[in-house]
């Protein structure tokens, strides 16, 4: 039978873990308490934290003996992790926490897979919450009181979050077969092309669209090293210019490697590289004052890449597509490679784009089954996205 883990610092949060345990218990619900804490519990509970802390590589010491709370705290997040890996019966998974408790418990439930119901009860949950969530599912429900005894606002708190992983576990998302899902990435900027060529396959493929913001590239990635996708549009692929050019909405230099790893069939374009992120004008680093800028909102502000930096952007994609022993179709718009980069557009510089394309092109070794083709075309061009549509089905 699925159990629901309810997991916390025994040691400091014990009368709120016990009462959220008991709750879930009296609505018949089968739980386990976990103890993530370092040190001895005011509870009893079903798993230690000594069998937890043990699935560390380095043993059980590398979490509970030491006598720097950091240190611990890492351990303990890295242990969970592996802990949560080895088990066969989470259905489903509520933490309670401050600062320490969030970073283990949510440390082990990015691991855990999509769709496997998990909230985390924090202090922490009304703040920036990226660095506890990051790729993953996890919902952050805020606290309103801290962790320090049980009072009438807390036992709210607390009921509602039990009756949410309830409720959630007791009715879990059935799948039903059908079309292979894929993968497209899109931004602002490329979302004609992305829209056209989802109305091309959407009668048979399942298309999933993410938004080329860092966390989307490496949402797709893991979905592709999950076996969840069964190929790859990679129109946008805009996140590289955060990440070589020091923009705030990078992908990690990983991108690319789950496509090398899997072989899955992918096509790839150069959709929205001639730009990179930056929050409101004020937050734009000195080294580039003065260079071009298109002011999105007011809160966005983006630079045009020049030529040196598509030639560096152009070589880092070409070698990391060389690697891939899978089907390959990377597809150059020759007109534009954004809304913005068009005749007439605030970006628009067909010498930059000219050194992308040598230089992804120099860098790319092509063979028989990863080719590169350039088109006359603008990426959001209708002509564009129906090539790209055939060139995913010729290898899928």
């Keep these: 039978m699925k159990k629901i883990y309810v997991v916390g610092t025994a040691d400091t949060k014990g009368q709120e873990l016990a009462y959220l345990a008991d709750l879930l218990a009296r609505s018949g619900l089968s739980v386990l308490r976990v103890d993530v804490g370092t040190r001895t519990p005011t509870i009893d509970v079903d798993i230690p934290a000594t069998e937890v802390a043990g699935h560390h ?3 059980a010491g590398a979490a509970l003996e030491g006598d ?5 705290v890492t351990a303990m997040g ?3 992790a592996r802990f ?3 088990r066969q019966d989470v259905g489903g998974i509520i933490g309670i926490g401050g600062g320490g408790g969030t970073s283990i418990i949510t440390t082990g439930m990015q691991a855990l897979p999509y769709g496997l119901p998990k909230i985390m009860v924090s202090t922490l949950a009304s703040g920036d919450v990226s660095p506890y969530v990051d790729i993953s599912d996890i919902i952050m429900m805020p606290s309103v009181t801290d ?3 049980l009072n009438q606002l807390s036992r709210m708190i607390l009921h509602n979050a039990a009756q949410a992983i309830a409720g959630m576990a007791r009715t879990p998302y059935r799948p039903s077969a059908g079309q292979p899902s894929i993968g497209l990435t899109m931004f602002g900027v490329t979302t004609p092309c992305v829209m056209s060529i989802v109305e091309h396959l959407q009668n048979e493929r399942d298309c999933m669209v993410f938004h080329a913001t860092g966390v989307g590239g490496r949402t797709m990635e893991k979905l592709v090293d999950d ?4 190929g790859v549009l990679d129109i946008t692929t805009t ?5 070589l050019l020091g923009g705030v909405l990078p992908s990690a230099p990983s991108r690319f490697d789950a496509i090398a790893r899997t072989g899955i069939p992918y096509v790839g374009s150069v959709g929205a590289l001639d730009m990179v992120n930056f929050w409101a004008p004020d937050t734009v680093p000195e080294a580039f004052i003065g260079r071009l800028f298109h002011h999105h909102n007011p809160n966005v502000t983006l630079m045009r890449t020049n030529v040196d930096e598509c030639r560096r952007i ?3 994609i070409g070698r990391k597509l060389s690697a891939c022993t899978g089907p390959v179709r990377f597809l150059i718009p020759e007109l534009g490679v954004s809304a913005l980069d068009i005749e007439g557009g605030d970006f628009f510089d067909p010498e930059a784009d000219a050194a992308l394309f040598e230089a992804l092109e120099n860098a790319f070794v092509a063979t028989a089954a990863r080719r590169i083709e350039r088109l006359p075309l603008h990426i959001n061009d209708p002509a564009f996205a129906k090539a790209a549509a055939d060139a995913f089905l010729s290898i899928n």
């Design 68 to 72: 720097d709370r950091g240190v611990a």
């Design 78 to 80: 890295a242990a969970f």
């Design 84 to 86: 949560l890996a080895s």
């Design 227 to 230: 076996g969840v996708l069964a």
């Design 57 to 59: 590589p380095d043993g």
């Design 239 to 243: 996140e590289v210019c955060d990440m």
């Design 147 to 149: 962790f320090a005894g």
């Design 314 to 316: 152009g070589d880092w």
